[in-house]
């Protein structure tokens, strides 16, 4: 395992919010950059408070652990998705599945193996990595905050 340094965390938070953008362009989903903004600043503090398993348990149950299997092979770039493979996935649902998939994006370039090819090996799997390396979580959720609110709109109320 390797920590990435300040400038590979604020190039890895570029490269996850373009792809948010290129998410929502490609698949029609309306507001789901708008909300994962709002996810990238609602889930920082909770795992500041709270730590990172608990806010990684939270985020699963809100995507769904098919969703974020989805959005992490979308963020890593291991296949395409069709718009036909997330119509029943809500914006909601969405912006938790990607941030989920940019925190284990972010292991996997920390060189921390996130396996598993059915459902409840993965969510175990993501679950153990949150408890194990909270430091690491942790230092780079700032980054994506912050990069994710100067490049995307804040979210309608």
Known sequence: M???DVEKQIQLSLKIVDKVKEFKEKLG??????KF???TRQLYEFAFYSGSLPTMAYACSKAGIQCV???FDYLQGARSITPEEVEDMSDEA???GLYVASILLLLKESGIAIGGTDTKTFLRNILEVANRYPYVILRFM????MIAES???PEKT
């Not at 989903?29 to 708008?34: L, P, T």
């Not at 700032?142 to 905050?145: A, D, F, Q, T």
């Open 2 to 4: 390797r920590i990435l």
């Open 151 to 153: 490049e995307l709109k």
């Open 142 to 145: 700032p980054w994506l905050k």
């Open 29 to 34: 989903k309306g507001a789901v950059d708008e």
């Open 37 to 39: 903004r709002s996810r």
């Open 69 to 71: 299997k989805i959005s």
């Open 94 to 96: 969405l912006s938790y």
